[in-house]
């Protein structure tokens, strides 16, 4: 078989940078390297960045070429792989330990699991610093075993198991927090074990035995314990005001990514309190948001949580704010960092958001129009809009359109959370109150609506029905 030009060592060096493509060919001069038997004139005609495949068909037999080419694929694999491992400050750590212990440098291992255990503590908390912590104690442990009973090993075996545990009760409330969420807004239905077996756990009390022995980790237990016990009690609003003043207090103790992760998670949480309960978090969400992007915390806007991220909430909770400068601001500024496949989507209707609120209702309807549903997110936006466009301006026929149009879809859709189905049922009932009102004026309807807007526990757009409310019993 013929080798070709475009193979596979030619298409991993083609990503080469100049610098890197001298390094390589360094990398294969080197003589404690197992490399490939090539000539110094191979390596040089690579150096050069000469035409290799044209001068090594011209030099040797098909077969000879296909083995240069395989020993060269091989080495530019290890050379990329070396690459990686010494730009890679923790991987580096890891074969530093794995050579100790090769070499039955067992004090040095000792002494290097000690400073890595105070590194992790000074350094600021993530994800994985209670697991790393853990890990590192563990396999200080088993060099310390080797050298017999000692009160420095029962203090290392100590710290293994306790932030073992740590890591556990660390990991559980984030994922309570998380499935809780998930549950809420995507109809994620699963039975974790996880659940169950909080059912039969005191946390409040295990956490306060967590602050107790180990004060130097209550406030991120504090963060997720407030979270959890919000969503869990979301009329209680609390917890949530006290894990966000926990948050904004001690953001500079938190690693970069956890920093960013909590802002989300703040505003998850918010979001679900306000749709579980009469409580308005409209300027907490604000306050929140304003917070990240001034700290400069903008990768929630280039991910992907679930299809979606927060891009549409920050212009809807501006604009119910009547931040409209800022929404327009917001979206000019951030929405280039959005992932290719959610850009369009967010964008279309963070400005039908902006242009309903402006009144500029026919520029509200043509934006969420082109909006691709493929969440219930979507489908509430792309229905909701166009309902409040048409009754604001008056166009009372095709809100009721658009309002049957709605109804149809949460009949018809199986897979919606009982929440959000009764939510927008709720809604609907009384959005055909309100346009009797408006046709009639008659004052008991305006009782019955006001009296159902402040008493309805799941009642979605609740702001929306007070404010037409509001305007109508001015007009009347």
């Not at 940078?17 to 390094?23: D, G, I, L, V």
């Not at 491992?85 to 050579?99: A, V």
């Not at 090769?102 to 004090?107: E, F, P, S, V």
């Amino acid at each position: 078989m013929k080798v070709k030009k475009n193979n596979r060592f030619n298409s991993i060096f083609s990503t080469l940078s100049e610098t890197e493509r001298k390094e390589f060919c360094e990398f294969l001069r080197l003589t404690f390297v197992k490399k490939p038997r090539l000539s110094g004139i191979v390596i040089d005609k690579i150096e050069l960045g000469d035409d290799l495949h044209s001068y090594l068909e011209s030099k040797y037999s098909e077969r000879s070429l296909w083995n240069i080419y395989f020993e060269l694929t091989r080495s530019i694999k290890q050379f990329i792989a070396v690459k990686e491992i010494i730009d890679n400050e923790e991987k580096m750590h890891d074969l530093q330990q794995l050579q100790f212990r090769k070499r039955g440098l067992g004090d040095l291992l000792i002494i290097d699991h000690k400073k890595n255990i105070d590194k992790l503590k000074s350094n600021g908390f993530s994800y994985i610093t209670l697991k790393e912590i853990h890990d590192s104690s563990e396999n200080c442990v088993m060099e310390m075993a080797k050298y017999g009973l000692s009160k420095d090993l029962s203090k290392m075996m100590k710290t293994s198991s306790d932030h073992f545990i740590l890591r556990f009760y660390y990991d559980l409330v984030l994922n309570l927090i998380e499935k809780q969420l998930r549950k809420e807004f995507y109809g994620d239905i699963e039975n974790f074990l996880m659940l169950e077996l909080t059912l039969h756990s005191d946390l409040s009390k295990i956490f306060g035995i967590i602050s107790e022995r180990y004060p130097e980790y209550e406030v991120f237990f504090g963060i997720n314990l407030n979270l959890y016990a919000a969503i869990t009690e979301p009329d209680n609003l609390r917890y949530f005001i006290k894990a966000k003043k926990l948050f904004m207090s001690n953001i500079s103790r938190l690693s970069a990514n956890l920093r960013s992760d909590t802002y989300y998670t703040l505003l998850n949480v918010a979001i679900f309190i306000s749709k579980k309960s009469k409580n308005n978090l409209d300027r907490e969400m604000f306050d929140i948001m304003r917070s990240k992007l001034d700290n400069g915390i903008t990768d929630d806007l280039k991910k992907i949580k679930i299809g979606e991220n927060h891009f549409r909430d920050y212009v809807y909770i501006a604009v119910n704010l009547n931040e409209d400068k800022w929404a327009e601001e917001f979206i000019n500024k951030y929405s280039s960092l959005l992932p290719e496949e959610l850009r369009e989507n967010n964008v279309n209707t963070s400005l039908a958001f902006l242009n309903l609120n402006r009144k500029r209702y026919s520029e509200a309807i043509r934006y969420i129009m082109n909006l691709k549903r493929s969440f219930h997110i979507h489908d509430f936006d792309y229905y909701t809009i166009q309902i409040f466009a048409h009754y604001e301006s008056g166009n009372i026929v095709d809100c009721l359109r658009v309002k049957k149009r709605f109804q149809e879809y949460l009949k018809n859709n199986s897979q919606l959370p009982k929440f959000d189905k009764t939510g927008s049922e709720n809604f609907l009932k009384l959005l055909t109150e309100l346009i009797k009102y408006r046709d009639t004026g008659k004052k008991k309807i305006l009782d019955d609506l006001k009296y159902a807007v402040v008493n309805t526990d799941e009642l979605f757009w609740r702001k929306w029905i007070s404010k037409m409310l509001e305007e109508a019993n001015v007009r009347f």
